[in-house]
């Protein structure tokens, strides 16, 4: 079983930046690929990022490329999401999961094994 624990968000004004961490449990964490994903009020969860499991590659959501960065180490059994230029529509509850088998870059839910329980950022105007 894999324990994931997001922390790092909060409030910030538009064009700040935060810097989301998620903590897992377990040996295998290097060999998983590992992906943040957000859920706003009242939308669904949706796919933000993810992270190959060597750290050799990522993909991202059009709507964060360019201005978030997904990287991981693999020491602290830690990935990161570096979030820039925030807007009041990346206001949402981010979660990070893991993928256990991974077969490429994963973008749907559905792929996602184990999820953390998330974290609040608020991007105020």
């Known amino acids: 079983q894999v324990q994931l624990v997001e922390s790092g968000g909060g409030l910030v004004q538009a064009g700040g930046s935060l810097r989301l961490s998620c903590t897992a449990s377990?040996?295998?964490?290097?060999?998983?690929?590992m992906g943040w994903f957000r859920q706003a009020p009242g939308e669904e969860r949706e796919f933000v990022a993810v992270i190959g499991w060597s750290g050799g590659s990522a993909y991202y959501a059009e709507s964060v490329k360019g201005r978030f960065t997904i990287s991981r180490d693999g020491a602290k059994n830690t990935v990161y999401l570096q979030m820039n230029s925030l807007r009041p529509d990346d206001t949402a509850v981010y979660y990070c999961?893991?993928?256990?088998?991974?077969?490429?870059?994963?973008?749907?839910?559905?792929?996602?094994?184990?999820w953390g329980r998330g974290t609040q950022v608020t991007v105020s105007s």
């Open positions: 377990g040996r295998i964490f290097s060999r998983y690929n």
């Open positions: 999961a893991a993928d256990r088998a991974p077969n490429g870059l994963a973008s749907r839910i559905s792929t996602y094994d184990y």
